[in-house]
């Protein structure tokens, strides 16, 4: 099993920036890749964005150029750099952690959720 903690969420001015931070504990080495969904309210959870072991990122096209993930492999813990903020961002984000396969990601552990909320 691998146990995944949030933090960063809250409460940021449109335009604005917030770090998430997901730290990975347990079978490690079952995974080798990482990656963040969210949900907004009434909608369905989306990929915002995974990395693997190796470094390769994936980003969902709405959050291209605003958003950047990483992670270090050191500490087990993946990070999402979100800039220029909008309302369209507001959601509760989930870090998760599994495999990935021709470029497809199949998380298989989910953090608890972490809430991101743009507003003036």
């Known amino acids: 099993q691998v146990q995944l903690v949030e933090s960063g969420g809250g409460l940021v001015q449109p335009g604005g920036s917030l770090r998430l931070s997901c730290a990975a504990s347990?079978?490690?080495?079952?995974?080798?890749?990482m990656g963040w969904y969210r949900q907004a309210p009434g909608k369905q959870r989306e990929l915002v964005a995974f990395?693997?072991?190796?470094?390769?990122?994936n980003y969902a096209d709405s959050v291209k150029g605003r958003f950047t993930i990483s992670r270090d492999n050191a500490k087990n813990t993946v990070y999402l750099q979100m800039n220029s903020l909008n309302s369209d961002d507001t959601a509760v984000y989930y870090c998760n952690a599994g495999k990935s396969y021709s470029n497809t990601y199949y998380p298989a552990y989910w953090g608890q959720g972490t809430q991101v909320t743009v507003s003036s």
């Open positions: 990395i693997r072991s190796g470094g390769s990122t």
């Open positions: 347990g079978t490690i080495f079952s995974i080798d890749t």
